[in-house]
Structures are given as structure tokens and as C-alpha cells.
């Protein structure tokens, strides 16, 4: 099931989005991003529909997956 990123409170979606950030990391070849940095760039790719918010009920997780992703 989605969730609207403007459904959550402010610190309801940056949890969502560091915990996402730090899973995955901050280097990205020759170039190393801050954490806000790369949290600001989620957000905006949350704001354009790039991305979506995907809360998984039955193991009760958020995951943050590409728009043209399947659920």
C-alpha cells in the first residue's frame, strides 16, 4: 500500500528517508554526498512522483521504491 509523503509528519519522513539514505549509503563513485544532501534529494524526488512511499502490512516496513515500480 502507498503512503502519501504528505500524509506523514516531518519526522515521520525524515526517519523514512535517513533510514533509506543510510541503508544504502552516501558514496556514489567519485562523489560523496551528506546525509542532507541525499535526504533533500529524496525529497524532491518524493515531491516530483519519482518515488513513492511503500508500507509493506504484513512485515509492517516502509520501503521508499521508484514510481514505475511494482509494489
Given at each position: 500500500m502507498d503512503i502519501p509523503y504528505t500524509e506523514l509528519s516531518?519526522?515521520?519522513?525524515?526517519?523514512i528517508i535517513e533510514e533509506y539514505v543510510t541503508r544504502e549509503g552516501t558514496e556514489y563513485g567519485?562523489?560523496?554526498?551528506?546525509l542532507e544532501s541525499k535526504v533533500e534529494q529524496v525529497k524532491r524526488q518524493l515531491q516530483v512522483g519519482e518515488v513513492r512511499i511503500n508500507y509493506d502490512a504484513e512485515n509492517q516496513t516502509c520501503h521508499l521504491v521508484r514510481?514505475?515500480?511494482g509494489s
Open positions: 516531518d519526522d515521520a519522513l525524515r526517519a567519485a562523489v560523496a554526498y551528506s514510481a514505475d515500480q
